[in-house]
Protein backbone atom coordinates (compact mmCIF):
# COMPACT_ATOMS: atom_id res chain seq x y z
CA UNK A 1 0.00 0.00 0.00
CA UNK A 2 1.23 3.62 -0.48
CA UNK A 3 3.00 5.21 2.25
CA UNK A 4 4.55 8.61 2.78
CA UNK A 5 7.66 8.82 5.54
CA UNK A 6 8.69 12.67 6.45
CA UNK A 7 11.78 12.99 7.67
CA UNK A 8 14.37 15.63 8.57
CA UNK A 9 12.49 17.75 11.37
CA UNK A 10 14.35 19.03 14.48
CA UNK A 11 14.98 21.89 16.36
CA UNK A 12 17.05 25.49 14.68
CA UNK A 13 17.33 28.91 16.20
CA UNK A 14 15.48 31.64 14.46
CA UNK A 15 16.70 32.60 11.19
CA UNK A 16 17.59 28.80 10.65
CA UNK A 17 16.69 26.36 7.80
CA UNK A 18 15.94 22.78 7.31
CA UNK A 19 14.89 20.54 4.41
CA UNK A 20 12.28 18.39 4.97
CA UNK A 21 12.02 14.74 3.05
CA UNK A 22 8.96 13.02 2.19
CA UNK A 23 9.72 9.47 0.81
CA UNK A 24 7.41 7.60 -1.00
CA UNK A 25 6.57 3.71 -1.17
CA UNK A 26 4.35 2.27 -4.06
CA UNK A 27 3.48 5.79 -5.29
CA UNK A 28 5.61 7.50 -8.10
CA UNK A 29 6.43 10.99 -6.93
CA UNK A 30 5.09 13.59 -9.83
CA UNK A 31 2.05 11.24 -10.94
CA UNK A 32 -0.60 13.93 -8.94
CA UNK A 33 -0.88 16.25 -7.07
CA UNK A 34 1.47 16.28 -3.33
CA UNK A 35 2.15 18.80 -0.84
CA UNK A 36 2.86 20.16 2.56
CA UNK A 37 0.58 21.28 5.19
CA UNK A 38 1.85 21.72 8.91
CA UNK A 39 -0.40 21.71 12.26
CA UNK A 40 0.74 24.14 15.30
CA UNK A 41 -0.42 23.27 18.82
CA UNK A 42 -4.13 24.32 19.21
CA UNK A 43 -4.52 25.01 15.25
CA UNK A 44 -5.69 23.68 12.42
CA UNK A 45 -3.75 21.74 10.04
CA UNK A 46 -2.93 24.50 7.17
CA UNK A 47 -1.40 24.03 3.69
CA UNK A 48 2.13 24.93 2.79
CA UNK A 49 2.77 24.06 -0.40
CA UNK A 50 1.86 22.20 -2.95
CA UNK A 51 2.80 20.74 -6.35
CA UNK A 52 0.86 19.71 -9.51
CA UNK A 53 1.96 16.47 -11.94
CA UNK A 54 3.19 18.96 -14.43
CA UNK A 55 5.65 20.57 -11.86
CA UNK A 56 4.01 23.60 -11.38
CA UNK A 57 4.04 25.03 -7.52
CA UNK A 58 2.27 26.63 -5.11
CA UNK A 59 2.98 28.53 -1.16
CA UNK A 60 1.07 30.18 1.41
CA UNK A 61 1.35 33.45 1.90
CA UNK A 62 3.02 32.88 5.04
CA UNK A 63 5.84 30.90 3.70
CA UNK A 64 6.13 32.96 0.34
CA UNK A 65 10.05 34.01 -0.14
CA UNK A 66 11.29 31.63 2.19
CA UNK A 67 9.65 28.07 1.65
CA UNK A 68 10.36 26.15 -1.36
CA UNK A 69 8.77 23.10 -2.66
CA UNK A 70 10.45 20.24 -4.87
CA UNK A 71 10.75 16.61 -5.98
CA UNK A 72 12.97 14.19 -7.33
CA UNK A 73 11.19 11.76 -9.25
CA UNK A 74 14.59 9.79 -9.59
CA UNK A 75 14.62 9.26 -5.68
CA UNK A 76 11.17 9.35 -5.39
CA UNK A 77 10.95 11.96 -2.95
CA UNK A 78 9.18 15.20 -2.26
CA UNK A 79 10.95 17.88 -0.76
CA UNK A 80 10.52 20.99 1.49
CA UNK A 81 13.82 23.62 1.89
CA UNK A 82 12.60 26.02 4.51
CA UNK A 83 14.86 29.52 4.95
CA UNK A 84 14.33 32.10 7.53
CA UNK A 85 12.32 30.13 10.35
CA UNK A 86 11.00 31.91 12.32
CA UNK A 87 9.21 30.68 15.70
CA UNK A 88 5.60 30.54 13.96
CA UNK A 89 7.18 28.48 11.56
CA UNK A 90 6.67 25.78 14.95
CA UNK A 91 4.41 22.85 14.01
CA UNK A 92 4.48 19.29 13.33
CA UNK A 93 4.70 18.87 9.09
CA UNK A 94 2.53 16.18 7.01
CA UNK A 95 3.36 15.81 3.24
CA UNK A 96 0.07 14.14 1.42
CA UNK A 97 -0.14 12.60 -2.23
CA UNK A 98 -3.48 12.37 -4.38
CA UNK A 99 -3.46 8.86 -5.55
CA UNK A 100 -6.51 8.73 -7.14
CA UNK A 101 -7.41 11.20 -9.22
CA UNK A 102 -11.75 12.05 -8.35
CA UNK A 103 -13.90 13.06 -10.87
CA UNK A 104 -14.55 16.46 -8.46
CA UNK A 105 -11.38 16.90 -8.35
CA UNK A 106 -10.27 20.40 -7.37
CA UNK A 107 -6.82 21.85 -8.83
CA UNK A 108 -3.70 20.80 -6.71
CA UNK A 109 -3.07 24.89 -5.70
CA UNK A 110 -6.82 24.75 -4.74
CA UNK A 111 -5.21 22.24 -1.48
CA UNK A 112 -3.58 24.55 0.05
CA UNK A 113 -6.66 26.79 1.51
CA UNK A 114 -8.70 23.33 1.19
CA UNK A 115 -10.70 22.68 4.35
CA UNK A 116 -9.34 19.53 6.78
CA UNK A 117 -12.15 17.80 5.55
CA UNK A 118 -11.33 18.50 2.03
CA UNK A 119 -7.85 17.98 1.60
CA UNK A 120 -8.31 14.55 3.82
CA UNK A 121 -10.71 13.61 0.90
CA UNK A 122 -8.59 14.28 -2.27
CA UNK A 123 -5.08 13.58 -1.15
CA UNK A 124 -5.96 10.37 -0.15
CA UNK A 125 -2.28 9.22 1.75
CA UNK A 126 -0.75 10.94 4.62
CA UNK A 127 2.79 10.55 6.31
CA UNK A 128 3.30 10.70 10.10
CA UNK A 129 4.12 14.38 10.45
CA UNK A 130 8.01 15.41 11.60
CA UNK A 131 8.45 18.03 14.28
CA UNK A 132 9.69 21.51 13.66
CA UNK A 133 10.57 23.94 16.08
CA UNK A 134 11.67 26.75 15.78
CA UNK A 135 13.42 28.58 18.71
CA UNK A 136 13.83 32.33 19.20
Known amino acids: RVQLVESGGGSVQSGGSLRLSCAAA????????MGWFRQAPGKEREGVAV???????SNADSVKGRFTISQDNAKNTLYLQMNSLTPEDTATYYC??????????????????????????????WGQGTLVTVSS
Open 96 to 125: AADVFLDSDQPPCAEMLVATTEEATKYLEV
Open 51 to 57: IDSDGST
Open 26 to 33: DYAVGTYC
